[in-house]
């Protein structure tokens, strides 16, 4: 059996949308490698804030967050060897208050127990639309590892669904970089990741998935790219600010080797034209510089201004749900110590902010 390398004109219209992704790691705390913070007071991640940052940015045209592999609960994962499964825990206890958001967690494609895993995902809450994404980091090309991940995953998730009602899927999402990795993320990813400057290069991987997802007998795989923005009044100030965060983010910035936009709305609006214009890309994740700034500066400025070019739809915004001002019961990793009207003035803090 043949299998086309060419879209249909049809597929090809149906793509001029784009995708945004909003990452969330720096919600997290702030667990450093060097062993200071084992000498610290444990600090504990707010999760009212984090549910409330994902309600508002799903409201304002945001379509998932990301917490990446560096997101932590606590500060003093010196000591706590499943520290890596952080994020997918934080997305099952704010699920019931993310709106309608997609929940995309990251996890080590080899060396997780996947039993936690699944137990976990199984429990995030589907009734408002929250939906769960599942990204295998690490996976280096390893066909094998990424293929043994998912297997245990779906089986994980069907032993314990055992006891509860049947949720769905989680969406798999696979980072690309190297053209060895195409046909891994071809065979088994909905979203893949990209992290690349280089427009040409960037279209050239994009055809490659999803020729390699039309050859595995797979439509409608996105492909995003990573974006780094800092957003600002003008463009000099955006830079000025985009070298301070740099400065104190060091190399160990979680936006290295990203796609970077500095300056205003607009700037940041019409590098997202070009490249989904171009074929480089069905939309971007955006790694905010500073918080709450340039999460503000997404949802108030580039969003409105793509949405008013047609980049992206009107749907999210005109049906917007009334926002929640409850805070979740599990607000934070230890809910004795917040009380519950002080957790819900944390939670509808940002909503303040940021809902027109």
Known sequence: MSVSLLPTRAHRSSTTQAT?????????????SDGFSADLPVEKADLARLASYTRTAHQNGVSFVSLGEQFRLRSDRAVRRDSWLDPVVAARRISPHAGAAGLVTSVPASGADLSLVAGELAQITHTNGTWAGLQLAHHAGDTDALARTLTGVTRSLAATRGRAAKAPQPRVVVPVGTESEVELAGAHADVVRIRETDLEWARELRYAVRAASRAAGRENVRVLVDLHTVISADRDSAEARAELVSAIAGDAAPWQGALTAYGTATDVADLIQTWIQAGAADG????????????????RGVLPELRSRGLVGEQTVADRPTVRRSAPTTARTSASTVSRPAAARRAGALADVTVA
Do not use: E, I, M, Q
């Open 20 to 32: 945004v992704g909003l990452d969330l790691t720096g919600l997290g705390v702030n667990a450093s």
């Open 284 to 299: 971007f994740v955006v790694l905010p510089g500073s918080l709450p700034a340039d999460v503000v500066g997404l949802l």
